[in-house]
Nanobody, 116 residues
């Protein structure tokens, strides 16, 4: 079964940058949307940024102007460039993908910790 493999999390000081990447472990067709969600301790999982197959992007208000999502449609990879990180960005970040069939995939999560 195809899985989403994430990389790039870690520990960074406030104001720093990190880059998250996600790629499927095998071939997936009919991708409608790819993106990133995050979940902080004691909070619900929330949308961070998404990118549709026709290039439409969407960002949470809290990350606009600081985060940038990009996709490589040929490789089915998605990247989240995070800049000017804040302690409140600390969370486990999950890669997400939805196919035209409606089937969804989630990555295992990667920890991002921003120290003040």
């Amino acid at each position: 079964q195809v899985q989403l493999v994430e990389s790039g999390g870690g520990l960074v000081q406030a104001g720093g940058s990190l880059r998250l990447s996600c790629a499927p472990s095998g071939s997936i067709f009919g991708i409608v949307i790819m993106g990133w969600y995050r979940q902080a301790p004691g909070k619900q999982r929330e949308l961070v940024a998404t990118s549709t197959s026709n290039g439409i992007t969407n960002y949470a208000d809290s990350v606009k102007g600081r985060f940038a999502i990009s996709r490589d449609s040929a490789k089915n990879t998605v990247t989240l460039q995070m800049s000017n990180l804040k302690p409140e960005d600390t969370a486990v970040y999950y890669c997400h993908l939805r196919r035209i069939s409606g089937r969804e995939y989630w990555g295992q999560g990667t920890q991002v910790t921003v120290s003040s």
